[in-house]
């Protein structure tokens, strides 16, 4: 296991939308994760219960990061074939230092084969993906996945307009208390601008009816972050 580094980035002001997945973020990636965002272990731990009792099959991390997911999934259904996929290598590398025996594979969400797939996770990863294209992203995915099979969404929504002050409140006071400085919360936000696009939460839950999920189900909310299982 790789030591995880304190996450020490944004204390300078950056250029807007400047944000990427590159050696310097994948290096306190964890770090960074655990500490912005509400309900990442949580989630994390939710998605493994259900992978227990998913269909026999793979799952694909799509957005893999670090591999923490797949880490914990291993640990919890060792049996399970799991593949990650990360269209950054500088992510792809630490995770298979972490976990050899999983196959990582070096592309984006549009371009993953899901062979096998039972299990497809999107852990707040959609919200990277180019809006234009979630529909066709989502159909693909419902399309791979046998009957029972699952898809797993964790996603930072866009507040309703009347609670996006208080939902920005709360994530900054969750980074704050989590000691981040409030300049690096502002040089972040800046940074994100048009890389991190969240869509309202009614606009996912109605492009994943679009993509004829039989079922989806909110499993968990944290103010604008919010976690969905659907199942196919
Ligand atoms: C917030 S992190 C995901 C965290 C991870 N799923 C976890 O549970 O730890 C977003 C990840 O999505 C990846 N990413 C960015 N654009 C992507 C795309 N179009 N398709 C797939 N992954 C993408 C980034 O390289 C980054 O590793």
Not at 6 to 19: I, M, N, Q, W
Not at 25 to 34: K, L, P, Y
Not at 46 to 58: D, K, Q, W, Y
Not at 178 to 206: F, I, M
Request: proline residues 6%.
């Amino acid at each position: 296991m790789p030591d995880i580094r304190r996450d020490e980035l944004f204390r300078s002001a950056v250029t807007p939308g400047s944000f990427r997945f590159d050696a310097e973020v994948a290096s306190s990636f964890d770090d960074m994760a655990r500490r912005s965002i509400p309900l990442y272990r949580d989630t994390h731990a939710a998605f493994s219960v259900l992978i227990r009792n998913a269909p026999e099959g793979a799952v694909h991390d799509l957005g893999c990061s670090t591999g923490s997911l797949l880490v914990q999934i291993d640990l919890d259904a060792p049996e399970r074939r799991l593949v990650g996929h990360d269209p950054s290598l500088a992510m792809l590398d630490i995770a298979a230092g972490r976990l050899p025996g999983a196959e990582w594979r070096h592309n984006d969400a549009e371009n993953a084969k899901l062979d096998g797939a039972a299990v497809v996770v999107l852990g707040w990863t959609l919200q990277f993906t180019p809006p234009e294209r979630r529909l066709e992203l989502l159909r693909r995915i419902r399309a791979a996945l046998p009957p029972g099979g699952l898809l797993l969404i964790a996603e930072k929504t866009e507040p309703e307009a009347a609670f996006a002050e208080f939902a920005m409140a709360a994530h900054d006071a969750y980074r704050l208390d989590n000691g981040y400085t409030p300049e690096q919360l502002v040089h972040k936000r800046a940074a994100l601008d048009g890389v991190l696009r969240p869509w309202p939460a009614a606009q996912t839950e109605a492009v994943l009816r679009q993509a004829e999920f039989r079922h989806c189900q909110e499993i968990l909310r944290w103010h604008a972050f919010v976690t969905w299982v659907c199942l196919a």
